[in-house]
């Protein structure tokens, strides 16, 4: 009996013990960290820099957890949106110093104005944006095949500056009607864009065809004689009619493949442009057709003149080889009153077989 009751107290000690253990609590999850977007540091806001790769620096952001590894997410774009973006470095890793910067690998688009914005990520948690920050890329031209660009400003051209001419913050002034910006295009463009923005232009002005561009097959040629040539031309007087808009373009065939505005055309595209404003002139070809149109300001502001005309038959379409590309005209010399617009300044010029980048040339808008 006595090793009977020992034996039962053993059990119920045993049993009260493994009633009361307590089962061993869960781990607990680490609480997401608090951050504090980072803050833009450089460059300063809309600078004009003279590089197409800046380096973009902020200064780090915070976080409620100091231990835990860091990366950045830089965002740069032509547009305050970032749809699309043109360049991006994901992953930077933060400066223990305080600040950590990104460089683009590749050329940003010229003589532009950018935007840019930053955050951070530390474990599985991100920060907001960083404020949005801009600068203007460098103001400088290029020519290569199938492109051309020339701001025209800083005393700069990738063509050649022929006769009197002046340049300026605004582009380069044609002070006579003897001079005129060269260009050789690295290829023929059968079909494609010329655009630039103009200032000077008034009415009355001397000559009966002025002409603020030309593309011909020849640099030295008369231009009357090519079967490949197209000019634009704000008429002057006697202009039949005067201040009218009009333009010529021989796309194969001097006796077939000819179009040019008549009388009655002519008539409806008389302007009395402004020599203080700015006027966005834009030439769009193809093998057998030409469309002029003039904005007011810049490429999106309101159209003033947009006319399109198209072979009907003959020559072989336009292919000048070589292509040549004038600012204004060499006409003068050999047809009295036909040359370029004088005092004209012109600036911001595309020649592409691509359509013109909206955002190109925007860091000249304040000038």
């Known amino acids: 009996m006595k090793k009977l009751s020992l034996v039962l107290c053993a059990v119920v000690f045993v049993s009260a013990c493994t009633k009361n253990k307590t089962a061993p609590a869960a781990p607990s999850t680490p609480a997401a960290p ?11 806001d809309d600078l004009q ?7 973009l620096t902020v200064v780090n952001g915070t976080s409620s957890l100091p231990a835990g590894t860091r990366t950045y997410e830089f965002q740069i774009a032509d547009n305050e949106s970032f749809s699309p973006v043109a360049a991006s470095g994901t992953g930077v890793a933060e400066n223990a110093g305080g600040k950590t910067t990104f460089t683009p690998t590749e050329d940003l688009q010229p003589t532009t104005r950018m935007y840019w914005r930053v955050r951070f990520t530390q474990g599985s948690t991100t920060s907001d944006w960083s404020k949005v920050g801009r600068f203007k890329t460098r103001l400088v031209g290029y020519s290569k095949p199938g492109e051309l660009y020339d701001p025209l400003v800083r005393g700069e051209t990738v063509g050649t500056a022929v006769g009197s001419y002046t340049f300026g913050e605004k582009g380069i002034r044609l002070n006579d009607v003897y001079s005129y910006v060269l260009y050789q295009l690295p290829q023929t463009l059968t079909n494609g864009e010329i655009s630039m923005e103009v200032e000077g232009l008034r009415p009355n002005g001397p000559g009966g065809k002025p002409k603020i561009f030309q593309m011909l097959d020849s640099a030295t040629a008369i231009p009357s004689s090519s079967k490949h040539m197209i000019n634009a031309q704000y008429r002057g007087t006697p202009g039949n009619p005067d201040n009218s808009v009009a333009f010529k373009a021989v796309l194969g065939s001097l006796s077939s493949a000819v179009v040019e505005p008549d009388i009655a ?3 409806q595209s008389v302007l009395m442009l402004d020599p203080s404003r700015t006027y966005f002139w834009q030439g769009k070809w193809t093998e057998h057709s030409f469309r002029l149109v003039v904005r007011d300001g810049s490429s999106d502001g309101s ?21 040549y590309v004038f600012l204004g005209s060499n006409y003068e010399k050999f047809t009295p009153l036909t040359g370029s617009f004088p005092g004209m300044t012109v600036r911001n010029v595309w020649i592409s077989s691509n359509p013109r980048p909206a955002s190109l040339g925007s860091a000249l808008r304040d000038k």
């Open 34 to 44: 608090t951050l504090t977007a980072p803050a833009l540091d450089a460059p300063a």
């Open 303 to 323: 159209v003033l003149y947009d006319y399109t005309m198209t072979t009907t038959g003959g020559g072989n379409g336009f292919a000048p080889n070589p292509h």
């Open 265 to 267: 055309k002519r008539g």
């Open 49 to 55: 820099l003279s590089t197409l790769r800046p380096e």
